[in-house]
């Protein structure tokens, strides 16, 4: 058994908040709302209960209003819309709107937003997932104030019983007899030791929330397995647990055999060689029982691997899983075969103050530009949403005309950070898994138009040679960027660096 040792473990607990991807928690979708073509930011806040901010930039200035309410993403709640809350207009930018909505549960939300313009009105729907990411420490200035005002309070408490017992019922200027003295004093005692347990217990109840809340923070699921000597690659998901922090949904276990298609795959794989980010590999494992999944991999050499494994729940609650794998040495493995693709090519330095090109094997280019319009980011920074635009020409240079749809999609891209503590998936429609963005427009009610994707009519479509990506990078520093698209019945894979301040 000369691969047989191989182990996954999770990544290191000081990663970024996760949510479908690794570090990666803001949402980010471009999509129609009826006739408006909308890109949407959604802030998911660390702790839930929590306040989520949503930016919307619609291309159109035709726009009067933009509504927003939080939503179930499916079951009962996904139905009935709340009262739906404007978002505010920008002043200096009139297709530019702000707003914030309350998250108060766990678990697979929506953003539910309608447009009303010249056109009609319009309606769309973002998928979220609201996970506890984080607890937030208390800031040292408001707890040293808190501390004050406890003290003051509990030594209020405590005079007040001595002045009720000291001179509830004395006659104006008459003296405290010797023997009320003595009651005076146990009163000061009983009030001290009655307040000192309050603070006692409110303080074990503090902890014991703290805990509770603790328990339900959300971490990357573990991912084992093992390859044989045959390189046939055996997988399997621990269950985990999830809560909808509502009393009348409890938590319960998810065993990952009730996953949905996303990109018409259970499961989308993807290895990266570290620490060069050298290697890259997009695999597709078929499930062979609960939780179970097989592929066959590649000729992989050796070297060490991160592992980062995508499923989306039934309820539209995307999971990414991770892990790492040595292996001591190559495996011959098959040829690729239908959506798998890798590459091991060399990085291309994609400068934010000019365009960078990638050359294929074909010897066409993949060309990356920042920005819908062309103009560069100066410099690229972090928490910013912006357009990650690609062109893919042929060997004379001019558009590419044989681009075909990759899994249903004019492109898709991997964007890892170098250390591996950001990892996400994205695609044209943004950061959210096609299954999650297909059940929420479902939800939509159909009196009113709004912006359904249609994957058999997307794939009868002409892709066109210049691709939109929207995204944001998370934090600051050296980000590679796998971009990979299908031309002719081939995948290409294009390899990207980008320096983010």
């Not at 794998?325 to 330095?349: C, E, F, M, N, R």
Request: glycine fraction near 10%.
């Amino acid at each position: 058994m000369k691969y047989f040792f191989v182990i996954f473990l999770v990544l290191a607990a000081w990663a970024l908040p996760v949510w479908a991807h690794v570090g990666s928690p803001d949402v980010f979708l471009e999509g129609n709302a009826g006739p408006y073509r909308l890109f949407v930011t959604v802030r998911v806040p660390q702790v839930i209960p929590g306040i989520a901010a949503i930016e919307i930039r619609s291309e159109s200035d035709n726009l009067t209003e933009i509504r927003i309410a939080p939503m179930q993403l499916t079951g009962p709640g996904s139905q009935y819309s709340p009262a739906l809350e404007p978002a505010e207009r920008s002043k200096n930018d009139p297709q530019f709107f702000r707003g914030s909505l309350w998250l108060m549960e766990f678990g697979s939300l929506q953003v539910r937003i309608e447009a009303d313009g010249a056109n009609g009105k319009g309606l769309l729907a973002v998928p979220i997932s609201a996970v506890a990411q984080r607890m937030l420490p208390m800031q040292r200035s408001l707890g040293a104030v808190l501390f004050v005002f406890m003290i003051v309070l509990s030594l209020t408490m405590v005079a007040i019983v001595v002045a009720a017992v000291r001179e509830g019922n004395l006659p104006p200027g008459a003296l405290l007899p010797t023997a009320r003295e003595q009651r005076v004093r146990l009163a000061a005692a009983i009030a001290s030791f009655v307040v000192a347990a309050v603070l006692t217990l409110g303080g074990l109840w503090w902890r014991s929330d703290a805990r509770q809340y603790a328990s339900h923070i959300y971490t990357p699921p573990e991912i084992e397995g093992n390859v044989g000597a045959n390189g046939q690659l055996n997988l399997r998901a621990r269950p985990i647990r999830m809560t909808s922090g509502n009393p009348r949904r409890p938590e319960h276990w998810i065993d990952f055999n009730d996953l949905i298609l996303d990109h018409e795959h259970l499961m989308h794989l993807f290895f990266v060689r570290s620490p060069g980010m050298d290697v890259f590999w997009h695999l597709h494992p078929e499930r062979t029982g609960s939780g179970s999944f097989t592929q066959n991999l590649p000729a992989m050499p050796a070297g060490h691997y991160q592992i980062f494994a995508d499923v989306v729940l039934s309820s539209g609650f995307p999971v990414t899983m991770i892990g790492q794998i040595d292996l001591p040495s190559g495996i011959t493995g098959q040829p690729l075969a239908g959506d798998d693709s890798g590459t091991d090519g060399s990085p291309v330095s994609a400068e934010t103050g000019a365009t960078a090109e990638y050359p294929l094997p074909d010897g066409g280019r993949i060309i990356i530009m920042w920005g819908r319009d062309g103009q560069p980011l100066q410099p690229l920074r972090a928490g910013v949403p912006l357009i990650l635009r690609f062109r893919v020409a042929d060997r004379s240079g001019n558009p590419a005309q044989d681009l075909e749809p990759y899994m249903g999609m004019a492109a898709h891209a991997a964007i890892l950070r170098s250390d591996g503590s950001v990892f996400a998936h994205v695609h044209p429609t943004g950061s959210v898994p096609m299954a999650s963005f297909e059940l929420a427009q479902a939800s939509l009610p159909g009196n009113l138009d709004h912006g359904t994707m249609d994957m058999k009519k997307m794939a009868a479509d002409k892709i066109a040679p210049e691709i939109f990506i929207p995204y944001g990078f998370p934090k600051p520093g050296l980000y590679r960027i796998f971009v990979q698209v299908k031309r002719a019945g081939e995948i290409q894979t294009a390899v990207f660096d980008a320096a983010v301040q």
